[in-house]
C-alpha cells in the first residue's frame, strides 16, 4: 500500500521573500469527503487533475493513493460536489538534496505559508532551510482537509 510519510512546518513569510524557487504551480482543491479517517480529495495542477484518497494519519504516516483523471471530470466534481476550494500556489525547492514543497494559500486561507517535506521513514533527519518555522505536522488544523472546512482566517 503507497504510504504518505509527510512533515509539515510554518514558513516565515520575510524570509521565503527572499527565495527564489525552481518550479511554482497553482492549485485549486476540494474535499468529497473530509472524514478523518478517509479524506478524498480532487486538485487541479494547472493543466492537469488529480484524485487522491488518504488514510487515517498516525503519526506522520498513512495510506495515500492519487489517480490522474482528466481536467474536465475534476472541474465538474469540485463544482458539482464540493461545497469549498482551496486555492494556493505551491512551490518547489531543493534543499540539501531534499525536495520542500511550499504552498502559498490565497482566499480565505490568504496569509498562511506551509511547507511539507516527504520522507522514506518517521525517522529519517534533513536540514531545513531558513525560512522553516515551527513545525506543525500533529496540528490537524494546518491538514487541507480542515483547511477547506475551517479557514485560516476565521481563527
Not at 527572499?18 to 485549486?28: A, D, G, W, Y
Not at 493543466?47 to 471530470?73: H, V, W
Amino acid at each position: 500500500m503507497p504510504t504518505e510519510i509527510e512533515r509539515k512546518f510554518l514558513v516565515n513569510s520575510v524570509l521565503w521573500a527572499k527565495i527564489n524557487p525552481s518550479k511554482s504551480v497553482r492549485i485549486q482543491q476540494a474535499y468529497l469527503s473530509t472524514d478523518p479517517e478517509k479524506t478524498i480529495r480532487v486538485r487541479t495542477l494547472d493543466t492537469k487533475a488529480y484524485l487522491t484518497i488518504k488514510g487515517k494519519t498516525t503519526g506522520i504516516s498513512r495510506a495515500e493513493f492519487e489517480y490522474e483523471i482528466p481536467i474536465e471530470d475534476a472541474h465538474e466534481l469540485i463544482d458539482g460536489f464540493c461545497s469549498s476550494v482551496i486555492k494556493k500556489i505551491r512551490h518547489y525547492l531543493t534543499y540539501q538534496e531534499k525536495l520542500w514543497e511550499i504552498d502559498v494559500f490565497e482566499g480565505l486561507n490568504e496569509g498562511l505559508i506551509v511547507a511539507e517535506i516527504e520522507l522514506e521513514s518517521e525517522h529519517e533527519s534533513f536540514e531545513k532551510p531558513s525560512f522553516i518555522g515551527e513545525e506543525v505536522s500533529n496540528d490537524f488544523r494546518y491538514q487541507n482537509a480542515n483547511l477547506s472546512q475551517k479557514p485560516y482566517t476565521t481563527w
